[in-house]
């Protein structure tokens, strides 16, 4: 999806969640569907992938049926190309390699058997007892 000469893109969001974790996928696309347009995609998707597909989550592979089929481009960090680690602190705005990000996300994806999760904890929810 290449954006030039005043071109729009727009953004689409998946969600997956049960009681427990939220995962989501963004993805864009350069024509506008309304909410009723990309659920009927989704919807369609899903029922393609539902009984086969590989990916780690559902809704990584409706997004990647809804690439294949209707054109959008899942935004992850294969389009990464720069990425900057922004800081209250004087001096410490840096660069971030995005090639190391690269090779850790090519590591993590080629059979390894975890994943990243990060959580938001309430103060209160604490087991620990850390002030």
Do not use: C, K
Not at 44 to 70: G, K
Not at 94 to 99: A, E
Request: net charge negative; charged share 35%.
């Amino acid at each position: 999806m290449a954006l030039r000469d005043g071109e729009r893109g727009y953004f689409y969001e998946l969600h997956e969640n049960d009681d427990e974790l939220f995962a989501d996928v963004l993805l864009a696309h350069d024509a506008e569907f309304d909410e009723d347009e990309f659920l009927a995609m989704v919807v369609e998707a899903r029922a393609t992938v539902l009984e086969r597909f590989e990916e780690d989550t559902l809704i990584e592979a409706v997004a990647r049926e809804l690439e294949r089929s209707q054109g959008f481009t899942v935004i992850d960090d294969a389009q990464l190309r720069a990425a900057v680690n922004v800081s209250a602190n004087d001096g410490e705005t840096r660069i971030v390699n995005v090639d190391d990000r690269r090779a850790a996300a090519t590591a993590a994806d080629a059979g390894d058997d975890y994943r990243s999760l990060v959580l938001d904890v309430e103060p209160e929810d604490r087991r620990w007892g850390d002030a």
